[in-house]
């Protein structure tokens, strides 16, 4: 039956909302929730959708995608940085690789040209899956991700060496190497003019990137229509991507570049998130088309072949990705994570394989079940993630030896101080400066060493223990300042110190307002904010630049913060208790706080016409009625 073009959308769009989203909460990743989506919708299970090729070639135009975005986020200095990764690791793979696979394939009765080619096209990896199953999980720019990164570019610049030598595989085993069609434009100029064409096509890109593409973006910036700047953007990465096609290049390694050199324009941004969403979309289109080729009935009819070639595949490659990792001294953990990532087949290895088919390098025989393998081997290498986000990197994260907590010297300090981090060692500092003892506990012993290196002494302990707080003299002290950052652990060092030493006054550090609550709540009545003195502060020089007279603008600036104390104490009971109470005052103190403010304004333009420069062409502004006393104050 033949299906309408909006019946296979609406397809592809359901299979990927429904189960991106599940695979997702379930902690399986968004490229294998669409790999298992293909499998559910393909012609091998419920044939929701038919042949999936030209699907798959639409598709393909998000990887294009995708390493345009990559080359964006790469400015040209750290591409040179990496040039050693690329060419050395990134040699290395697939010259091992392809080295190791052809041996076994020899060994399995295939003829050198065809062992050969088997051999190059399994030693690709699929950038695809890679790239997007790191970028989800935030280690592409650590060291195991550079790694991946650099092989995958790596072989994204040895298939065009590859194609070429195809041919030359496929006159060797006697197969029509003439006979292959073509539609690029190399193929048909002299051999001399060849090499040198291609060169120029990538010179072409670099300095139309450089030099011409920024004056377009300024002319059509010019416009203010957003929806120009997106189609430049798209027009810039299908016209590379066409031009490569044309001179017989990787136009996924074409628009990389292009992404590199407009890495440095000022228009980087803009045009990483005018092609982000397009991107998303068709590589999860390409990874539902991935899945929904996966010849099921090939599987299951020959499941002993299949699932050799799919467990030699992962575990030669894998074997040899760790040996790499060992001999560039990525370290155990990095090492894991590159073999892991990287040891599956390609979307490069489907494109080999098709064109050694055209050429009589292998028969159908060898090709199909091969291509089963690197689909299952794709659709593994999510699990092979989770496997060592789960499994292998818990066990190399070998945690060094644990410190015992450090034996408190008897002392009379009348301060104790809990945390001696950002906020914690500026009190500490001003205290002990002001000839007051403290004893300060932290419990990060890398932190107590770093500040004993500049002579502020800290003891290593954890303050939510009774017996260190003894021993620090809290049942001598007189005052206890908690300024932990962790919301829940300083609640609880709170809650252990009004128990066991009620005595001690305590002063403490919030790191947000919910935090603020909580230590309200439990009579805590010195709280400060983190971040409200210096919002403030920044909040002061702001009104200054704005016109804003130096006593005018700190004037506003402590009428603020007194209402937004107040407005702080005054919400804490509602907090958590009764919303509709604490909406409904919240709501209030908004409205309170800016009639006050523009009645103090008024007030003071009054008295001083020269208190805002602005005061001459700036209206001031209306007033509402004076609030209600006790009313007042800020969110």
Same mark, same amino acid.
């Given at each position: 039956?033949?299906?309408?073009?909006?019946?296979?959308?609406?397809?592809?769009?359901?299979?990927?909302?429904?189960?991106?989203?599940?695979?997702?909460?379930?902690?399986?990743?968004?490229?294998?929730?669409?790999?298992?989506?293909?499998?559910?919708?393909?012609?091998?299970?419920?044939?929701?959708?038919?042949?999936?090729?030209?699907?798959?070639?639409?598709?393909?135009?998000?990887?294009?995608?995708?390493?345009?975005?990559?080359?964006?986020?790469?400015?040209?200095?750290?591409?040179?940085?990496?040039?050693?990764?690329?060419?050395?690791?990134?040699?290395?793979?697939?010259?091992?690789?392809?080295?190791?696979?052809?041996?076994?394939?020899?060994?399995?009765?295939?003829?050198?040209?065809?062992?050969?080619?088997?051999?190059?096209?399994?030693?690709?990896?699929?950038?695809?899956?890679?790239?997007?199953?790191?970028?989800?999980?935030?280690?592409?720019?650590?060291?195991?991700?550079?790694?991946?990164?650099?092989? &995958?570019?790596?072989?994204? #610049? =040895? !298939?065009?060496?590859? +194609?070429? @030598?195809?041919?030359?595989? %496929? *006159?060797?085993?006697?197969?029509?190497?003439?006979?292959?069609?073509?539609?690029?434009?190399?193929?048909?100029?002299?051999?001399?003019?060849?090499?040198?064409?291609?060169?120029?096509?990538?010179?072409?890109?670099?300095?139309?990137?450089?030099?011409?593409?920024?004056?377009?973006?300024?002319?059509?910036?010019?416009?203010?229509?957003?929806?120009?700047?997106?189609?430049?953007?798209?027009?810039?990465?299908?016209?590379?991507?066409?031009?490569?096609?044309?001179?017989?290049?990787?136009?996924?390694?074409?628009?990389?570049?292009?992404?590199?050199?407009?890495?440095?324009?000022?228009?980087?941004?803009?045009?990483?998130?005018?092609?982000?969403?397009?991107?998303?979309?068709? &590589?999860?289109?390409?990874? #539902? =088309? !991935?899945?929904?080729? +996966?010849? @099921?009935?090939?599987?299951? %009819? *020959?499941?002993?072949?299949?699932?050799?070639?799919?467990?030699?595949?992962?575990?030669?490659?894998?074997?040899?990705?760790?040996?790499?990792?060992?001999?560039?001294?990525?370290?155990?953990?990095?090492?894991?994570?590159?073999?892991?990532?990287?040891?599956?087949?390609?979307?490069?290895?489907?494109?080999?394989?098709?064109?050694?088919?055209?050429?009589?390098?292998?028969?159908?025989?060898?090709?199909?079940?091969?291509?089963?393998?690197?689909?299952?081997?794709?659709?593994?290498?999510?699990?092979?993630?989770?496997?060592?986000?789960?499994?292998?990197?818990?066990?190399?994260?070998?945690?060094?030896?644990?410190?015992?907590?450090?034996?408190?010297?008897?002392?009379?300090?009348?301060?104790?101080?809990?945390?001696?981090?950002?906020?914690?060692?500026?009190?500490?500092?001003?205290?002990?400066?002001?000839?007051?003892?403290?004893?300060?506990?932290?419990?990060?012993?890398?932190?107590?060493?770093?500040?004993?290196?500049?002579?502020?002494?800290?003891?290593?302990?954890?303050?939510?223990?009774?017996?260190?707080?003894?021993?620090?003299?809290?049942?001598?002290?007189?005052?206890?300042?908690?300024?932990?950052?962790?919301?829940?652990?300083?609640?609880?060092?709170?809650?252990?110190?009004?128990?066991?030493?009620?005595?001690?006054?305590?002063?403490?550090?919030?790191?947000?307002?919910?935090?603020?609550?909580?230590?309200?709540?439990?009579?805590?009545?010195?709280?400060?904010?983190?971040?409200?003195?210096?919002?403030?502060?920044?909040?002061?020089?702001?009104?200054?630049?704005?016109?804003?007279?130096?006593?005018?603008?700190?004037?506003?600036?402590?009428?603020?913060?007194?209402?937004?104390?107040?407005?702080?104490?005054?919400?804490?009971?509602?907090?958590?208790?009764?919303?509709?109470?604490?909406?409904?005052?919240?709501?209030?103190?908004?409205?309170?706080?800016?009639?006050?403010?523009?009645?103090?304004?008024?007030?003071?333009?009054?008295?001083?016409?020269?208190?805002?420069?602005?005061?001459?062409?700036?209206?001031?502004?209306?007033?509402?009625?004076?609030?209600?006393?006790?009313?007042?104050?800020?969110?």
């Amino acid at each position: 039956m033949t299906q309408s073009f909006l019946f296979q959308a609406v397809i592809y769009l359901l299979a990927a909302v429904a189960a991106v989203p599940i695979a997702k909460r379930l902690g399986l990743g968004s490229v294998l929730g669409y790999l298992l989506a293909g499998v559910v919708i393909g012609p091998s299970a419920l044939h929701w959708v038919g042949d999936v090729a030209d699907v798959q070639h639409f598709a393909e135009f998000g990887v294009v995608m995708m390493l345009f975005v990559v080359g964006l986020e790469l400015r040209p200095s750290l591409l040179w940085r990496l040039r050693g990764p690329i060419l050395g690791m990134g040699s290395a793979q697939v010259l091992v690789t392809a080295g190791v696979v052809t041996g076994l394939a020899l060994l399995s009765a295939q003829r050198w040209p065809v062992a050969v080619t088997i051999g190059l096209t399994l030693a690709m990896s699929s950038t695809a899956i890679v790239i997007q199953s790191l970028a989800e999980r935030g280690v592409l720019n650590t060291r195991g991700g550079q790694a991946c990164f650099s092989v &995958l570019l790596f072989q994204d #610049i =040895a !298939v065009i060496p590859i +194609l070429a @030598l195809l041919p030359w595989l %496929g *006159r060797a085993q006697g197969g029509p190497a003439a006979a292959v069609p073509t539609d690029t434009v190399v193929d048909r100029l002299p051999h001399w003019a060849q090499p040198l064409t291609t060169v120029g096509a990538v010179v072409a890109v670099v300095i139309v990137a450089h030099y011409v593409l920024r004056y377009v973006f300024r002319y059509v910036a010019a416009s203010k229509l957003r929806e120009m700047f997106t189609a430049v953007a798209l027009l810039v990465v299908a016209g590379v991507a066409w031009m490569m096609h044309l001179v017989g290049l990787s136009a996924a390694l074409g628009t990389f570049i292009a992404g590199v050199v407009l890495a440095e324009s000022e228009y980087r941004h803009q045009l990483e998130a005018d092609v982000e969403p397009f991107k998303g979309l068709l &590589l999860g289109l390409f990874f #539902i =088309a !991935v899945g929904a080729g +996966l010849d @099921l009935g090939l599987v299951a %009819g *020959r499941p002993a072949l299949i699932g050799g070639l799919v467990l030699g595949l992962v575990a030669v490659k894998f074997g040899l990705l760790l040996l790499l990792g060992w001999v560039f001294r990525l370290g155990w953990g990095a090492s894991f994570l590159f073999a892991c990532a990287l040891a599956q087949g390609g979307e490069f290895c489907f494109v080999l394989l098709g064109m050694s088919d055209q050429l009589g390098l292998v028969t159908a025989g060898v090709a199909e079940p091969l291509k089963a393998a690197i689909a299952v081997s794709m659709a593994l290498t999510p699990v092979l993630l989770i496997l060592n986000d789960r499994v292998i990197q818990p066990r190399l994260a070998k945690p060094g030896p644990k410190r015992e907590h450090d034996v408190v010297e008897s002392h009379d300090h009348p301060v104790i101080l809990a945390g001696f981090g950002r906020v914690g060692h500026v009190v500490g500092r001003l205290l002990e400066a002001n000839g007051f003892g403290v004893t300060v506990l932290d419990n990060d012993p890398d932190q107590v060493e770093l500040l004993g290196r500049f002579g502020l002494k800290a003891f290593y302990g954890d303050a939510s223990r009774a017996d260190l707080l003894a021993a620090a003299g809290a049942a001598k002290a007189k005052l206890f300042i908690c300024a932990v950052d962790n919301e829940q652990q300083s609640l609880q060092i709170v809650d252990l110190v009004r128990k066991e030493f009620p005595h001690l006054h305590i002063v403490a550090r919030a790191v947000n307002r919910n935090h603020a609550y909580g230590l309200l709540q439990r009579g805590i009545t010195e709280v400060r904010r983190d971040t409200l003195g210096s919002a403030l502060d920044l909040g002061t020089d702001a009104l200054r630049v704005l016109g804003f007279h130096a006593h005018r603008a700190v004037r506003a600036v402590q009428v603020f913060r007194r209402r937004e104390e107040e407005s702080v104490r005054t919400l804490a009971p509602f907090y958590g208790r009764d919303e509709a109470g604490y909406m409904s005052i919240a709501r209030q103190h908004v409205k309170n706080l800016e009639a006050v403010l523009r009645e103090d304004l008024r007030k003071e333009h009054l008295d001083r016409p020269d208190a805002w420069d602005t005061a001459g062409s700036t209206p001031v502004p209306e007033v509402d009625p004076k609030p209600e006393p006790g009313k007042d104050g800020g969110v």
